[in-house]
């Protein structure tokens, strides 16, 4: 089970994370631009997991920690980005049910392809 939270994280974490403004994190939707346009998490930036290569993730911090989704549980584009992102090198967790738990759970989405930021308390 230890092995399993260093990979995985539900919508709540990331919420509280985003919420308080939590710096060893990033948010990527792994999803399509169109996908991303539609609605994502707050904070989020759109990564479609089929452009992640050593080129593309040259800029990337090194030192955090990228939490990623997709639509859910019929979705398996999270786990096909945090793969790749792995095999970068990168630290990743997939964000357990995805922005359709995200929705299910009352938390906010924004639409087009500005990422968006949460009202912090």
Same mark, same amino acid.
């Given at each position: 089970?230890? /092995?399993?939270?260093? @990979?995985?994280?539900?919508?709540?974490?990331?919420?509280? &994370? +985003?919420?308080?403004?939590?710096?060893?994190? *990033?948010?990527? &939707?792994?999803?399509?631009? *169109?996908? @991303?346009?539609?609605?994502?998490?707050?904070?989020? #930036?759109?990564?479609?997991?089929? +452009?992640?290569?050593?080129?593309?993730?040259?800029? =990337?911090?090194?030192?955090?920690?990228?939490?990623?989704?997709? &639509?859910?549980?019929?979705?398996? /584009?999270?786990?096909?980005? *945090? @793969?790749?992102? #792995?095999?970068?090198?990168?630290?990743?967790?997939?964000?357990?049910?995805?922005?359709?738990?995200?929705?299910? &759970?009352? @938390?906010?989405?924004?639409?087009?392809?500005? #990422?968006? #930021? =949460?009202?912090?308390?």
């Amino acid at each position: 089970m230890l /092995a399993k939270l260093a @990979y995985h994280t539900d919508v709540w974490d990331v919420y509280e &994370d +985003l919420k308080n403004g939590v710096t060893e994190i *990033a948010v990527f &939707d792994i999803r399509t631009k *169109a996908q @991303y346009e539609v609605a994502h998490i707050p904070g989020a #930036s759109n990564f479609p997991f089929r +452009l992640i290569t050593q080129d593309s993730t040259g800029h =990337l911090d090194r030192a955090i920690t990228y939490v990623v989704y997709c &639509d859910g549980i019929g979705c398996n /584009a999270s786990t096909k980005g *945090a @793969y790749a992102l #792995s095999e970068l090198g990168f630290k990743v967790k997939e964000l357990l049910g995805g922005l359709d738990f995200w929705k299910r &759970d009352g @938390y906010p989405v924004v639409a087009g392809m500005a #990422s968006g #930021s =949460l009202i912090r308390d």
